[in-house]
């Protein structure tokens, strides 16, 4: 009876010293174990509300600047937001009052940016964007019934389950180019360099126009000055076109070149007289000789409308004005 009795006592107690030492194998286990959860897992959400919080004011800065959303996630997914936005904030924030973010500039380039893209890319941009890490890992709540279990297999079961649950996948961006953005295009034009940029082309076309300048004057004179101004009011346009491209920057210097060089050849065309060029938008349409009689004057009245005034270039937005 009495050795009954003490191997009865030897093995409860190896037992109890056995489930001591299961309970603070465990209990080191669950330790080690919310250590690697409170230096990687919580840390890492930690990151990801980080930045989905810069995301978010980053966005939010963009839509109060005039950007809509499929543009700004667009840029997001290029990596050109944050940049694009902090160069319109300077010309918010710039004392100078000829230094304005064009509203008008900043639609053209929204729509153009859109407008490039298939439809598929633009929603890839706008799921990237807006949301990037919004879903939590499923994966983690297994670590965190491992961290509770009250027995080793309950923790060995947690453990199993967490290395065998796929983890949520990242937000990758999608496949877009980086674009060549025209920021002169997303600010007010300054008058003074479209006057100027005028009068220099105005001075080189002068003989091919029939046109003598003046330089003590600073004034050109044209034979046929209604032709002369329509051409040169085109050539305005086209430079104020080419050089306020959303999408596409530009030397004013190249853009200037090329239109002369385009009117010079024009003017040497065979056949050609000033007054069809003038008729025509000749940077897309190829003119032909005008016939006139005494049934058709289209041609010749078309000859005395105006061109690129200032108030051509208010209305078309490519300035602000104060009433704005």
Not at 11 to 17: E, H, T
Not at 74 to 80: C, P, V
Request: without cysteine.
């Amino acid at each position: 009876m009495v050795t009954g009795s003490v191997m009865a006592g030897a093995v409860f107690g190896n037992l109890a010293d056995t489930m001591k030492e299961n309970r603070e194998y465990l209990k080191a286990k669950q330790g080690m174990l919310q250590d690697y959860m409170l230096k990687a897992g919580f840390e890492e959400r930690a990151n990801l509300k980080k930045a989905r919080a810069e995301r978010a004011n980053l966005l939010a800065e963009a839509d109060k600047l005039g950007l809509d959303e499929e543009a700004s996630a667009i840029l997001y997914s290029t990596g050109q937001l944050q940049s694009t936005v902090g160069y319109l904030k300077k010309i918010q924030e710039s004392e100078d009052p000829d230094k304005k973010i064009n509203k008008a500039g900043l639609k053209r380039f929204s729509e153009a940016l859109v407008g490039s893209l298939p439809p598929e890319k633009v929603g890839a941009a706008m799921k990237y964007a807006f949301d990037l890490g919004a879903a939590e890992d499923p994966s983690s709540d297994k670590l965190v019934e491992a961290i509770h279990a009250t027995s080793l297999s309950d923790y060995d079961e947690a453990i199993s389950s967490f290395m065998n649950t796929p983890q949520t996948a990242r937000a990758v961006a999608p496949n877009i180019s980086v674009f060549d953005i025209n920021k002169r295009g997303l600010v007010d034009l300054d008058l003074t360099d479209i006057a100027a940029t005028r009068k220099n082309m105005e001075r080189q076309l002068a003989a091919q126009l029939g046109g003598t300048y003046n330089a003590k004057a600073d004034k050109t004179t044209f034979i046929n000055p209604r032709a002369a101004d329509r051409i040169i009011d085109k050539a305005e346009s086209e430079y104020i076109k080419q050089v306020t491209d959303p999408l596409t920057s530009r030397s004013p210097s190249i853009v200037v070149d090329e239109i002369v060089n385009k009117v010079v050849s024009l003017v040497e065309t065979k056949g050609l007289q000033l007054n069809d060029i003038a008729a025509v938008d000749f940077f897309n349409t190829m003119p032909t000789p005008i016939i006139k009689d005494s049934e058709d004057t289209t041609a010749e009245q078309d000859l005395t409308k105006t061109g690129s005034s200032i108030q051509d270039i208010i209305n078309q937005g490519y300035i602000t004005t104060g009433n704005e």
